[in-house]
């Protein structure tokens, strides 16, 4: 069993920047892929980031150049730098790290851009 810790969320304004992180626990191996997903209220949960086991990085477009997602292999965790923040960004984000044979999603924070 993995347990998924997130931290970071809360409430800035638009222009303004917030880190996220996402500490995983618990039976570790063989990780895939770690990344950051979102949802907003009446919308679908989308991708916002992911790394792979290899270093490879795909953002959304509509996060490139203002998202960096990174990670600590010695410690199972992986960061969201969300930078330049504006309203649409506002949506709950969850953690999710993927391994053989688990998909496992964190409990999800919230992330609110506003005046």
């Known amino acids: 069993q993995v347990q998924l810790v997130e931290s970071g969320g809360g409430l800035v304004q638009p222009g303004g920047s917030l880190r996220l992180s996402c500490a995983a626990s618990?039976?570790?191996?063989?990780?895939?892929?770690m990344g950051w997903y979102r949802q907003a209220p009446g919308k679908q949960r989308e991708l916002v980031a992911v790394?792979?086991?290899?270093?490879?990085?795909n953002y959304a477009e509509s996060v490139k150049g203002r998202f960096t997602i990174s990670k600590d292999i010695a410690k199972n965790t992986v960061y969201l730098q969300m930078n330049s923040l504006k309203p649409e960004d506002t949506a709950v984000y969850y953690c999710?790290?993927?391994?053989?044979?688990?998909?496992?999603w964190g409990q999800g924070t919230q992330v609110t851009v506003s005046s």
């Open positions: 790394i792979t086991s290899g270093g490879r990085i």
């Open positions: 999710n790290v993927w391994m053989i044979g688990a998909n496992n």
């Open positions: 618990g039976s570790i191996a063989n990780i895939n892929t």
